[in-house]
């Protein structure tokens, strides 16, 4: 069977008011946003959260792996901040599919565990503020 006719699917993130979506499918390493290179993404500032899921997984672990991000929405911070994210939720769901839940498991505890979550950023809501301090 090809390897181009593997798709494992298409993955929606939100981060604020900008929309990530990613297919993820078998290949050569390739990540693309918008057709472009992750290295060719402004503002340049922000390089290293784009590149945060390849430099704490390892580049080894998207050797086999072709990912094409589609964002729009928002400004471009939060764009860029949707990006990581939505790579990380595609490479583990590719790895839930095609390999052992082992390393399903092992790549989401090394995603979960980083800054990969960006909780802080979630709007407060008016149920915590009523909640008593301890």
Not at 34 to 50: F, V
Not at 78 to 97: G, R, T, W
Request: hydrophobic share 35%.
């Amino acid at each position: 069977m090809p390897s181009r006719l593997i798709h494992v699917g298409a993955f929606f993130v939100g981060k604020k008011t900008a929309t990530a979506v990613v297919h993820c499918k078998r290949g050569s390493v390739l990540i693309k946003v918008n057709g472009r290179p992750l290295e060719m993404i402004e503002p340049r500032t922000l390089q290293y959260k784009l590149l945060e899921p390849v430099l704490l997984l390892g580049k080894e672990r998207f050797a086999d792996v072709d990912i094409r991000v589609h964002v729009k929405g928002g400004g471009h911070v939060a764009q860029i901040y949707a990006i990581p994210q939505s790579i990380s939720k595609a490479l583990v769901a590719y790895y839930q599919k095609y390999n052992c839940e082992k390393k399903k498991k092992e790549y989401q505890a090394s995603c979960g565990g980083s800054s990969l979550e960006y909780e802080h950023f979630e709007r407060p809501r008016w149920e915590d503020r009523l909640r008593p301090r301890v």
